[in-house]
């Protein structure tokens, strides 16, 4: 399928848009807030019904006050004026309080469900796994930060003001069609001689004018608006991903600007951004051709009552006051009958948001599923050692890394892996953390353990808390963290616990490496594990790290397992583990001192 060619949806699948939204839709009115939910709901269909029958009364009020002028009743006039302004206000007080009901429902719906995604997108690191499976080309939905942020605005936002227009266009047909229908006269139509000739006596004439009126408008607005769903779609994804490249930018700004790369990401930023601008000219275009027809009917609608009760009136057959009536009778059940046409940009958006949301929906229960089936990866089983068996690893195209590989790691031992460059020696460890979803088989390791990434994150805040994450820095005293970032050769930061920064982009890769360290000393595992842990550092400080992760492992009585090129490190270990990608196996070497 051409990706710049809207596609034709079929039938069914514009009903699963419906399908979609209702599985979204269930799990808030049936969660622990389903009485404030449905008591909001019904109040604000409540109001709802409440509008429609002031429109009734207003409806009413116009024969009587219309009638009055032409029979120049200044009493009537004036009575009704003061008539008028009593139901003026209390439609005034309805609409206020459905306005705020209705956002009310709206904030609470999109509070619960933004709770809800979160929790499910990173819970069982369910986050990680999304971008692996992405990555290796299995369909995961794009940018999860724009659905839960913007995607889930909109859902609710749409869903509720769609709904409620649904059923206020509905119950506006049902009480205004009867008022349309005694309003109407029997209407006599002469048939052609090929149809046997004669008269038809049509009841409820303008009734009938209404709904062909309306029917051919809605024909014509799906048929005008029907690529929108699709641009929509198209351009929530393109503007996503102009945004994404720019934060892209932001995180990588030091290694950018090192290289001196600001020409092709400006490059890379204006053809995203082109992109959208594209994508959204066409969109306009299309808006444009569905506002000229909507423009177009829309005026049409107010004089089209006046042309055919108009004979009546010059007749004598009705008085101005029921011309009137029928004009807003007739408006009334028109707009009804018109909501589509009205609304089919709304809609248009509302369901590419649903669809969008209805794929990371379904990614995420795919997650829930394989995690349920034990399918995302070996599971860890605790142990008093690190043991693999039958162990086999992929990388996320399919292709095999290590097959029925059987490992072990006993307490006091200090291993280091190696092999070439894409061999698969972080994935190990990735394998050994349990978030490698990729692999199969039977891991046991214990518990207490830490894993020391080749990139460490560092949440934005106090050092102190960038220092415990994920733990609360309460936890523990300035003193203990003071020790951690002196031990982790960082004596300079010892003063500065409660400084604010973006920690990550502040400090150097070195000071990241060892700050990732001062966690670790913070925490005092048994068992570590460190991917490429001092790539970044000196051999002299390197040295005096590994040395502080040896007695600090040796003091527990646990292990160091460390992925490395440099081999300044080697002396720090005992055993290795040779990565062989080619022949999907680890070559073990029991003593490496003497290498």
């Known amino acids: 399928m051409n990706p710049m060619k809207p596609e034709l949806v079929p039938r069914k699948d514009r009903l699963s848009a419906f399908r979609q939204a209702f599985a979204l839709t269930r799990p808030y009115f049936q969660s622990e807030e389903k009485w404030k939910a449905w008591g909001l709901l019904s109040a604000i269909v409540a109001l709802n019904l409440a ?93 999860p930060d724009q659905r839960i942020q913007e995607d889930l605005n909109l859902f609710t936002t749409y869903t509720v003001s769609l709904s409620m227009g649904l059923l206020n266009a509905a119950v506006t047909f049902v009480s205004f069609v009867g008022i349309l229908w005694g309003l109407s006269a029997v209407m006599d139509v002469r048939l052609p001689a090929l149809l046997g000739g004669g008269q038809w006596h049509i009841s409820g004439f303008m009734v009938w004018m209404a709904v062909l009126y309306c029917l051919a408008g809605s024909a014509l607005t799906f048929w005008i608006g029907k690529p929108q769903v699709w641009l929509n779609n198209r351009q929530q994804q393109l503007e996503a991903n102009f945004r994404h490249h720019m934060i892209r930018v932001r995180e990588n700004a030091e290694a950018i600007a090192l290289d001196g790369g600001e020409r092709v990401e400006g490059e890379q930023i204006g053809l995203r951004f082109r992109d959208a601008l594209g994508n959204y000219l066409n969109l306009v275009k299309k808006q444009k051709n569905l506002i000229w027809f909507t423009n177009f009917f829309g ?103 290590l097959a029925a590989a059987n490992l072990q790691v006993k307490p006091g031992q200090r291993l280091l892996i190696s092999g070439p460059s894409g061999s698969g020696k972080s994935t190990l460890l990735r394998v050994f953390s349990g978030i490698w979803p990729f692999a199969r088989g039977r891991v046991e390791r214990p ?149």
Request: hydrophobic residues 45%; contains cysteine.
């Open 51 to 143: 509008a429609v029958f002031m429109l009734v009364q207003i409806n009413e009020w116009n024969r009587v006050f219309y009638d009055a002028l032409q029979n120049k009743q200044a009493d009537v006039f004036w009575q009704q004026l003061w008539r008028f302004l009593w139901l003026a206000l209390i439609y005034i007080v309805i609409a206020v309080y459905k306005f705020y009901l209705t956002q009310l429902l709206q904030l609470n719906w999109r509070r619960w469900l933004t709770d809800h995604m979160l929790q499910r997108w990173l819970s069982a690191k369910a986050f990680y796994r999304m971008e692996l499976s992405r990555y290796g080309g299995d369909g995961a939905p794009d940018n």
């Open 299 to 401: 005026q049409a609608a107010v004089v089209f009552p006046f042309i055919i009760a108009a004979p009546r009136f010059f007749s004598g057959a009705i008085q101005l006051g029921q011309l009137m009536q029928i004009s807003s009778a007739f408006g009334q059940v028109q707009d009804s009958l018109s909501w589509i046409v009205n609304n089919y940009a709304d809609i248009a958006a509302w369901r590419a948001t649903t669809e969008r949301l209805a794929g990371f929906d379904g990614s995420l229960r795919a997650q829930d599923e394989a995690q349920k089936n034990g399918d995302e990866g070996v599971q860890i089983t605790p142990a008093a050692q690190l043991q693999a068996q039958a162990l086999d690893v992929f990388l996320p195209d399919g292709r095999c890394m």
């Open 447 to 595: 518990l207490d353990a830490m894993f020391i990434p080749q990139r460490p994150y560092f949440p934005n805040g106090s050092l102190r808390d960038a220092l415990a994450y994920p733990e609360l820095a309460a936890l523990y005293g300035d003193e203990q963290l003071k020790q951690a970032l002196r031990d982790a050769q960082l004596p300079q930061l010892q003063e500065q616990l409660d400084r604010q920064a973006a920690w990550n982009s502040r400090l150097s890769g070195g000071e990241q490496q060892r700050l990732s360290v001062a966690r670790v000393l913070l925490k005092r595992p048994a068992w570590v594990f460190a991917d490429e842990a001092t790539s970044a550092l000196d051999n002299v400080t390197e040295a005096s790290i590994y040395a502080q992760l040896v007695q600090l492992v040796q003091q527990r009585g646990g292990a160091l397992v460390s992925v490395a090129h440099r081999d300044s490190v080697t002396e720090f270990h005992q055993q290795r583990w040779l990565l062989e990608p080619q022949r999907q196996q680890i070559r073990v070497e029991d003593s490496i001192q003497n290498h």
